[in-house]
């Protein structure tokens, strides 16, 4: 595509915008979808090269800047791994796409912290009963210390958090199945990120210890490798979040 040929497209798109039912796709936008599409064809894999954005705009013909700005919206899709001086590298699969997701469902209030805690509940259920089945012994071993530090820490609100994170994030790991991992850690940097210090959820200390005794009935069943159990008793887990969740947090507007 040459460059009047993408004036002429990109002008054709602006005529057409009022009456579309749908924004019309930009010339970047166009580009970057071809990539994907070349990424898939080709099976590349994390690590491997692209084309530079000159190679790229004369296979193409296109401008390079089509190409430079392409390239960019993939990075922040955390597709491209991009720098100046060396080509495009296909980046492995991390969190922060999806997380930025979640967090402006929150923040414009398509969603909520309670659709977020039922969307996790069914990911985190299932992944339990995974991590049951195919939990190492070094990952049933850390579960352990986890509850350990977390049962320790029941006065400190810092170091008990980040015990309750750190068990959450094991058996997503222990489950096998690498999107679970990929998808919890986004639903938790949204949450954090969005809510604000007064959405705080206050349990007394009755609630933090049937808290405590949850996750560690959690982790007692994965390490006794009881797939039944352990998805039951993270759903109690959930039960309890979802009862301590302040009524008004359900369908707050969060910004």
């Known amino acids: 595509m040459s460059a009047h040929q993408e004036q002429t497209h990109e002008s054709a798109n602006a005529d057409h915008a009022s009456g579309a039912l749908a924004p019309p796709e930009t010339i970047s936008a166009q580009i970057a979808r071809q990539v ?9 894999r994390p690590g491997d090269q692209i ?11 296109v401008s390079r800047g089509s190409v430079r700005e392409a390239y960019r919206i993939l990075a922040a899709l955390g597709v491209l791994e991009i720098g100046n001086g060396r080509k495009p590298r296909i980046h492995t699969a991390n969190f922060t796409s999806l997380a930025q997701i979640f967090r402006h469902a929150l923040q414009i209030a398509q969603a909520t912290p309670l659709d977020v805690l039922e969307f996790r509940r069914g990911i985190e259920v299932h992944g339990a009963q995974l991590a049951a ?4 012994e070094q990952q049933l071993s850390q579960l352990r210390m986890h509850v350990r530090n977390m049962r320790a820490a029941a006065g400190d609100d810092e170091v008990r958090s980040a015990s309750d994170s ?17 998808v919890l850690v986004a ?7 969005s809510l604000r210090a007064d959405y705080t959820i206050q349990r007394s200390a009755h609630e933090l210890s049937r808290v405590i005794d ?9 390490c006794a490798r009881d797939p039944v159990g352990a998805g039951a008793a993270m759903s109690c887990h959930f039960d309890l979040a979802i009862e301590s969740l302040d009524p008004d947090l359900r369908s707050r507007d969060l910004t």
């Open 36 to 44: 994907l599409d070349m990424i898939t064809e080709r099976q590349l």
């Open 51 to 61: 084309e530079g954005e000159i190679q790229l705009s004369r296979r193409l013909s």
């Open 133 to 136: 089945r195919f939990a190492t």
């Open 166 to 182: 750190a068990i959450h994030t094991t058996l997503a790991e222990a489950s096998g199945n690498p999107l679970n991992s990929l």
């Open 187 to 193: 639903l938790q940097t949204a949450i954090v990120q």
């Open 214 to 222: 949850l996750h560690e009935a959690i982790v007692e069943r994965v």
